[in-house]
T-cell receptor, first 113, second 114 residues
Framework: ETGVTQSPTHLIKTRGQQVTLRCSSQ?????VSWYQQALGQGPQFIFQ???????GRGNFPPRFSGLQFPNYSSELNVNALELDDSALYLC????????????FGPGTRLTVL | AQSVTQPDIHITVSEGASLELRCNYS??????LFWYVQSPGQGLQLLLK??????LVQGIKGFEAEFKRSQSSFNLRKPSVHWSDAAEYFC????????????FGPGTRLSVLP
């Protein structure tokens, strides 16, 4: 059984660009959640996808969007990057939409210059 | 809206010593409370949770936490720390068990001296 994987590990972009981050769910999981963790802070919930539909969203602007594919892998897209988007982006997969059933990936470190 | 404070940014303990990490929350009703650990290069891992019932909860890796409603606290404890416990620890509070109603604290970094 493979765990949750994320790619790339690190990414550097410039302000105004667009970025796509990827997450592969753990086998058997149909729910994916994305979190943003700024340096020195705890993670913040961005949104959750359940069976390819958005199933809850945190306080993030529409330029943060996502997709979930039929194999339950997921993408996080961020348009018009801002300096404050620099953070560790965490993906978590689960077999339900409950927080306590989530398994987290190692994250993608995004730096916006 | 709920909020979480972790008063200690960084704690250093000697291996074998006891540990207590503090967590205080602000929420009007009975909260859902969690502790997570984050090691470098690894994902967050749930240590334990409290939803209701017995206020002393046991978790993985020998950790326990106690919910004290009167103090709005949910402190994490371990009787004897191991070098492998060095990591970042996050307390989180939710009004339920769903992500959009869930807030993490800023974290406490634990260093362990040999």
């Amino acid at each position: 059984e493979t765990g949750v994987t994320q790619s790339p590990t690190h990414l550097i972009k410039t302000r105004g660009q667009q970025v796509t981050l990827r997450c592969s769910s753990q086998s058997g999981h149909n729910t994916v959640s994305w979190y943003q963790q700024a340096l020195g802070q705890g993670p913040q919930f961005i949104f959750q996808y359940y069976r390819e539909e958005e199933n809850g969203r945190g306080n993030f602007p529409p330029r943060f969007s996502g997709l979930q594919f039929p194999n339950y892998s997921s993408e996080l897209n961020v348009n018009a990057l801002e300096l404050d988007d620099s953070a560790l982006y965490l993906c978590a997969s689960s077999a339900t939409d409950r927080v306590d059933t989530q398994y987290f990936g190692p994250g993608t470190r995004l730096t916006v210059l | 809206a709920q909020s979480v404070t972790q008063p200690d940014i960084h704690i250093t303990v000697s291996e074998g010593a006891s540990l207590e990490l503090r967590c205080n929350y602000s929420y009007g009703a009975t909260p859902y409370l969690f502790w997570y650990v984050q090691s470098p290069g690894q994902g967050l891992q749930l240590l334990l949770k409290y939803f209701s019932g017995d206020t002393l909860v046991q978790g993985i890796k020998g950790f326990e936490a106690e919910f004290k409603r009167s103090q709005s606290s949910f402190n994490l404890r371990k009787p004897s720390v191991h070098w492998s416990d060095a990591a970042e620890y996050f307390c989180a509070v939710g009004e339920d068990n769903y992500g959009q109603n869930f807030v993490f604290g800023p974290g406490t970094r634990l260093s362990v001296l040999p």
